[in-house]
């Protein structure tokens, strides 16, 4: 039987509700392609161990003759194919709970996991071609390296255009979907910040980056993370924006405090703002801190870089107020 249509459909594919018990009963040795497993060591040994390459689990017990005949079938099968699929064994006897859990009422059973989650199965000691033909099946329905690599490079654009979009919520929802199934993904872990950066939350955005591997810190993205939240600390010391803006209202002329709130703007994010009150200065006063609201944006146009929408709509409009 394979497809899960009925015995095998149990509680998997979220949290295991399993208890401990019992340890390995010894009937093929531990490691390598071929391992016994207990109810404690399942989630170890099968659940995150099939993230990796496709697991089939072996339920069965000393008493049961099939088992006896399908067991050095279906390891023989699995040596052959050389780390395509690992297998598992586990004594229902020693370790009734995670059979249990799954409705296995007969044995042997046989159940494929890939991705932590059952995708196949069969039940009964099938001939050596059958069994063949099942893993050949369920090794090649796995995805490979490269279709998990392609799937999570898709994921990474489509939140970041989300982040873009200013769809924070939904943005932050994929990089940590994407960081939960690559810890190490420098791009996912700099997204989430960024989106915690937007949604005002620089103290959450501060202790990410604490808890970032060290392996990946000095990826670009984390540094250009620990970089804009270095600019938005210094930026805050350079007084409210909250009340720059009512300086401003109260006198349009007070380009200190624009020039301020510009610096503050862009710390945040919100480039081409930043842009416009510097462009304002200019139009105003281009002697103000000898020519500081140019020489301001331009160092904002090498930070955002030359690509970036701010940065060719800024330039634009600087060279009409340079050249007209």
Same mark, same amino acid.
């Given at each position: 039987?394979?497809?899960?249509?009925?015995?095998?459909?149990?509680?998997?594919?979220?949290?295991?509700?399993? *208890?401990?018990?019992?340890?390995?009963?010894?009937?093929?040795?531990?490691?390598?392609?071929?391992?016994?497993?207990?109810?404690?060591?399942?989630?170890?040994?099968?659940?995150?161990?099939? %993230?990796?390459q496709p697991v089939l689990v072996d339920f069965w017990a000393p008493w049961c003759g099939p088992c006896k005949q399908l067991g050095p079938v279906i390891e023989k099968v699995v040596t052959e194919a050389a780390g395509k699929v690992k297998l598992v064994k586990m004594n229902i006897d020693d370790h009734p709970a995670v059979a249990g859990q799954m409705g296995i009422q007969s044995i042997p059973a046989v159940v494929a996991f890939a991705g932590g989650q059952p995708v196949d199965g069969f039940m009964g000691a099938l001939p050596e071609s059958q069994v063949r033909e099942f893993i050949a099946k369920v090794a090649a329905s796995a995805p490979s390296e490269q279709d998990r690599a392609a799937e999570i490079a898709a994921a990474l654009e489509e939140a970041d255009t989300l982040l873009a979009a200013d769809n924070m919520q939904e943005a932050l929802q994929l990089y940590g979907a994407i960081a939960q199934a690559d810890p190490e993904n420098a791009r996912a872990l700099a997204g989430i910040g960024r989106?915690?950066?937007?949604?005002?939350?620089?103290?959450?955005?501060?202790?990410?980056?604490?808890?970032?591997?060290? *392996?990946? %810190?000095?990826?670009? #993205?984390?540094?250009?993370?620990?970089?804009?939240?270095?600019?938005?600390?210094?930026?805050?010391?350079?007084? $409210?924006?909250?009340?720059?803006?009512?300086?401003?209202?109260? $006198?349009?002329?007070?380009?200190?405090?624009?020039?301020?709130?510009?610096?503050?703007? *862009?710390?945040?994010?919100?480039?081409?703002?930043?842009?416009?009150?510097?462009?304002?200065?200019? %139009?105003? $006063?281009?002697?103000?801190?000898?020519?500081?609201?140019?020489?301001?944006?331009?160092?904002?146009?090498?930070?955002?870089?030359? %690509?970036?929408? #701010?940065?060719?709509?800024?330039?634009?409009?600087?060279?009409t107020i340079l050249f007209s």
């Open positions: 039987m394979s497809g899960f249509d009925n015995p095998y459909g149990g509680s998997f594919g979220g949290q295991m509700n399993v *208890s401990v018990d019992g340890n390995t009963n010894g009937a093929t040795p531990p490691g390598g392609l071929i391992k016994d497993t207990t109810t404690a060591g399942f989630m170890a040994d099968v659940i995150e161990e099939s %993230k990796q989106c915690l950066i937007a949604a005002g939350d620089l103290a959450r955005a501060k202790a990410l980056l604490e808890e970032i591997p060290d *392996s990946v %810190k000095d990826d670009d #993205a984390i540094k250009a993370l620990q970089t804009k939240i270095a600019q938005l600390e210094e930026a805050r010391k350079l007084g $409210d924006p909250n009340a720059l803006e009512h300086q401003l209202s109260l $006198d349009p002329d007070n380009h200190a405090a624009r020039m301020n709130l510009a610096k503050i703007r *862009s710390a945040e994010g919100a480039r081409m703002e930043a842009a416009e009150h510097l462009l304002l200065i200019m %139009k105003k $006063d281009r002697t103000f801190e000898d020519d500081g609201a140019r020489k301001q944006l331009v160092s904002f146009f090498e930070a955002w870089g030359a %690509k970036d929408p #701010a940065t060719i709509a800024a330039r634009r409009k600087l060279s």
